[in-house]
Nanobody
Framework: QVQLVESGGGLVQPGGSLRLSCAAS????????MSWSRQAPGKEREWVAG????????NYAGSVKGRFTISRDNAKNTTYLQMNSLKPEDTAVYYC?????WGQGTEVTVSS
């Protein structure tokens, strides 16, 4: 049974940083590319970042490029999203996943 559990969200001031984690189980993590997406209140879900199965290739949405970094540790079956220079418009629930499997999300609020 596929399980994806996000953690690390919280309240942060504009300009601050957070690191999200996603612990995966129930599938062969190392062979799948992984992604992060987010959904802000009242908005559609938006893809944020993706990483290849080896971690050698990454891609980002234009809105986060240069501020967010996706990474993974295949030995720990975990993917991460380092978020720097956070803005109020980054406020959302953040999800990790692959294919049509997604976790329950972790909430990030950027506010002073």
């Amino acid at each position: 049974q596929v399980q994806l559990v996000e953690s690390g969200g919280g309240l942060v001031q504009p300009g601050g940083s957070l690191r999200l984690s996603c612990a995966a189980s129930g599938f062969t993590f190392r062979i799948y590319a992984m992604s992060w997406s987010r959904q802000a209140p009242g908005k559609e879900r938006e893809w944020v970042a993706g990483i290849s199965n080896t971690g050698g290739s990454t891609n980002y949405a234009g809105s986060v490029k240069g501020r967010f970094t996706i990474s993974r540790d295949n030995a720990k079956n975990t993917t991460y999203l380092q978020m720097n220079s956070l803005k109020p418009e980054d406020t959302a629930v953040y999800y990790c996943g692959y294919g049509h499997y997604w976790g329950q999300g972790t909430e990030v609020t950027v506010s002073s």
